[in-house]
């Protein structure tokens, strides 16, 4: 079966501007965790998603924020993009999340200027 | 809050063994194996569940010492496709399967002929 695709690979943006990313979980997968990934802080929890709804977040400021679609789809948004942001933003999906093994997407490098 | 791992690197040789160990301050439900090899995304291993259950890969073997918050991963005979950068994350308990990975650092490990 198909693995977790994330759009777009790469992206380029400037300070102030507001970036969606995209994940697509695996078919059958009801969780969505998203992860930003530097080489200083290693891999940090953004948030995951389960049915729609946010379970649990990590400590980042509101500017990041994400949603989960019906079809177990998630979004990332990131606004008023900062220096520091510039990352790989990876996302993961499980069965049902808990203690369930996490299939990690691709990823999305993001680079602000 | 952050697991530490040990060590930050290591280099072997191939068909050498090495351990990979995860501490963390905090009380643990489970401890989490990740392998991340270059420009690639993580790769799940192992997960190690509080009271004794393991899920994995047969040919990785870990342990997880609960009074200790400690996690070790044991490589053995090693391969080149050993090779990378291998994550632990630790969840401390969730409600209703929520699911919040704290990953540690990482330990580089490089595999030589």
Known sequence: KAGVTQTPRYLIKTRGQQVTLSCSPISGHRSVSWYQQTPGQGLQFLFEYFSETQRNKGNFPGRFSGRQFSNSRSEMNVSTLELGDSALYLCASSLSGGTDEQFFGPGTRLTVL | QQPVQSPQAVILREGED?????????????????????????????????????????????????????????????????????????EKGSWEGAQKLVFGQGTRLTINP
């Open chain 2, 18 to 90: 090495a351990v990979i160990n995860c501490s963390s301050s905090k009380a643990l439900y489970s401890v989490h194996w990740y392998r991340q090899k270059h420009g690639e995304a993580p790769v799940f291993l192992m997960i190690l569940l509080k009271g004794g259950e393991q899920k994995g890969h047969e040919k990785i073997s870990a342990s997880f010492n609960e009074k200790k918050q400690q996690s070790s991963l044991y490589l053995t005979a090693s391969q080149l496709s050993y090779s990378g950068t291998y994550f632990c994350g630790t």
